[in-house]
């Protein structure tokens, strides 16, 4: 299956947008939900968003409602995060990882790949 690439990080200000992407190079990829996570040393990792294998459910963290927009796009095998009016709190490593239940279950994942860094500034 390989692993899922995460791209789309970087140093931001407050207030900017950037768009992760999360993506696989197998064609059962459109068999998952997908969900977006984020760590930093402090806080451990929490859930930011999560989107059904078809896309037509979506879940959102209260922190990021109304600012984070995920979406997927199965023929490319990809599922976007798309973060507007990022803010110093958002700054984080973010991850992706699959999983074949809804709601997701991230205490049972064996593994969670490199991610990319977010981090925003003041």
């Known amino acids: 299956q390989g692993p899922l690439i995460v791209s789309g990080g970087g140093a931001v200000q407050a207030g900017g947008s950037l768009k992760l992407s999360c993506a696989a190079s197998?064609?059962?990829?459109?068999?998952?939900?997908i969900g977006w996570f984020r760590q930093t040393p402090d806080k451990g990792r929490e859930f930011v968003a999560a989107?059904?294998?078809?896309?037509?459910?979506?879940a959102y963290a209260d922190s990021v409602r109304g600012r984070f927009t995920i979406t997927r796009n199965n023929a490319e095998t990809s599922v976007y995060l798309q973060m507007n009016n990022l803010q110093p709190e958002d700054t984080a490593l973010y991850l992706c990882?699959?999983?074949?239940?809804?709601?997701?279950?991230?205490?049972?994942?064996?593994?969670w790949g490199q991610g990319t860094q977010v981090t925003v500034s003041a």
């Open positions: 990882h699959e999983d074949r239940q809804w709601p997701l279950r991230p205490s049972e994942y064996p593994s």
């Open positions: 197998v064609p059962t990829f459109s068999l998952y939900n």
């Open positions: 989107i059904s294998h078809n896309g037509d459910t979506t």
